[in-house]
């Protein structure tokens, strides 16, 4: 019984670090572990721009640009629980139009106290959660890029485990031209090797698109993502008694609406800068408190590169009173190989330089010079005569 009742606190914990309240195992495969998704308000499947980390998201992101790409995730999120991720892309082909990518996510929910029915302590026990992502991107004719996601999942709480295998599925139109990049991502297809009792569950499969508009004449891009388009009630039981516990949100159909949609901005000055920031229906719906004024479904992000390196930063909160922070430092190895390669060229030596003549030697030159004039204008008067003389003679 103990055991039971320490599984069950655990998934509850699990459920609840989830932005919103969900359905279906592994919710690790619906985390966002990157600072632009967070400030992107958690998910985005539309801005092709060679970030590895969006390619979490949606296979179809990784670009020719993510060539050589190194990137590092890490959040203190609620009540001690570390989430972190670590990747790397790389492109191969005549135009790099082949790239595949790899990274580990973790979850890590720390030491929890154990305790039996009649509340006695059973000691410390830990849960943790990790997926392996093994990306893949083909970049076709006009614009158009399809990608898939391998991902095997481990999980383990206290002396229960479960495995299981995952797949994503995306693809991405983007016309550089138009500032257009529109995007399409079919998550977390799979199932799960072994359950951690008897009873199999599903996974958390979500139908993600996506549009993201860059404006022609000034530094701003708006982002529109529609989530879980393949399930229109997102409703859910918010209430503990028996009596209420079939009882649902009683959302209006508006609401319900909006609740499929995040809206993002990123402002982007220059190449090496951006602020970001977005609003998540959902989220503000769910994890709002009646009567009091929270932050729930707002997030900021910022990011800035130092010399090589991009760091970002990200803010969101999920429960009023507790913020969560999110960092990502990211880099592209090329940038170092380029500059190791450019220290061990030869310094080139510089020409010599010429000898300017001496104020006496100019004076000899400008005589030099008059002489030669004036034996011409000799030469030539005396050809003249010449030729004068023998015509008075004819």
């Given at each position: 019984?103990?055991?039971?009742?320490?599984?069950?606190?655990?998934?509850?914990?699990?459920l609840s670090a989830y932005p919103q309240a969900g359905s279906g195992v592994y919710q690790i495969l619906n985390l966002?572990?990157?600072?632009?998704?967070i400030s992107l308000g958690g998910v985005n499947v539309s801005v092709y721009d060679?970030?590895?980390?969006?390619?979490?998201?949606?296979?179809?992101?990784?670009?020719?640009?993510?060539?050589?790409?190194?990137?590092?995730?890490?959040?203190?999120?609620?009540?001690?629980?570390?989430?972190?991720?670590?990747?790397?892309?790389?492109?191969?082909?005549?135009?790099?139009?082949?790239?595949?990518?790899?990274?580990?996510?973790?979850?890590?929910?720390?030491?929890?106290?154990?305790?039996?029915?009649?509340?006695?302590?059973?000691?410390?026990?830990?849960?943790?959660?990790?997926?392996?992502?093994?990306?893949?991107?083909r970049v076709l004719p006009k614009g158009f890029t399809v990608g898939a996601t391998l991902k095997p999942i481990y999980s383990a709480y206290e002396r229960y485990s479960s495995a299981g295998l995952a797949f994503d599925l995306g693809a991405d139109y983007h016309n550089d031209s138009l500032g257009l990049s529109a995007g399409l991502a079919l998550k977390s297809i799979g199932f799960q090797f072994n359950?951690?009792?008897?009873?199999?569950?599903?996974?958390p499969f979500n139908i993600i698109a996506g549009l993201s508009v860059k404006f022609r004449h000034a530094p701003i891009r708006l982002s529109f993502t529609f989530h879980n388009l393949q399930k229109w009630d997102l409703g859910y039981e918010f209430s503990n008694s028996a009596a209420d516990?079939?009882?649902?949100?009683?959302?209006?159909?508006?609401?319900?609406?909006?609740?499929?949609?995040i809206v993002g901005m990123e402002i982007l000055p220059s190449k090496n800068f951006f602020l970001s920031a977005a609003f998540n229906w959902r989220r503000c719906a769910e994890m709002g408190i009646a009567d009091l004024r929270t932050m729930a479904g707002l997030s900021f992000g910022a990011g800035l590169k130092i010399s090589k390196v991009r760091v970002g930063f990200a803010l969101t909160q999920f429960q009023r009173g507790t913020l969560t922070y999110h960092v990502t430092?990211?880099?592209?190895?090329?940038?170092?190989?380029?500059?190791?390669?450019k220290i061990k060229q030869p310094k080139q030596q510089p020409a010599p330089a010429t000898t300017q003549p001496t104020d006496e030697q100019q004076k000899q030159q400008q005589i030099q010079a008059e002489q030669d004039r004036l034996e011409q204008e000799a030469q030539e008067e005396q050809e003249l005569q010449k030729k004068v003389l023998e015509n008075s003679n004819e």
């Open positions: 019984m103990k055991r039971k009742l320490a599984i069950f606190s655990i998934l509850i914990c699990s966002p572990m990157d600072v632009r998704s060679g970030d590895l980390n969006l390619a979490y998201n949606n296979p179809a992101l990784l670009s020719p640009l993510s060539h050589n790409m190194l990137t590092f995730n890490y959040a203190n999120y609620l009540a001690g629980i570390n989430v972190g991720s670590v990747g790397y892309s790389r492109a191969e082909g005549k135009n790099k139009e082949n790239i595949w990518g790899i990274a580990v996510n973790y979850f890590d929910y720390g030491k929890i106290k154990g305790a039996d029915e009649f509340d006695h302590s059973t000691g410390n026990f830990t849960g943790k959660d990790l997926a392996l992502n093994l990306m893949y991107a359950a951690y009792d008897q009873v199999r569950e599903k996974l516990k079939n009882k649902a949100t009683g959302a209006k159909w508006y609401d319900m609406l909006f609740r499929h949609v430092f990211s880099m592209n190895l090329s940038d170092f190989s380029d500059s190791g390669s």
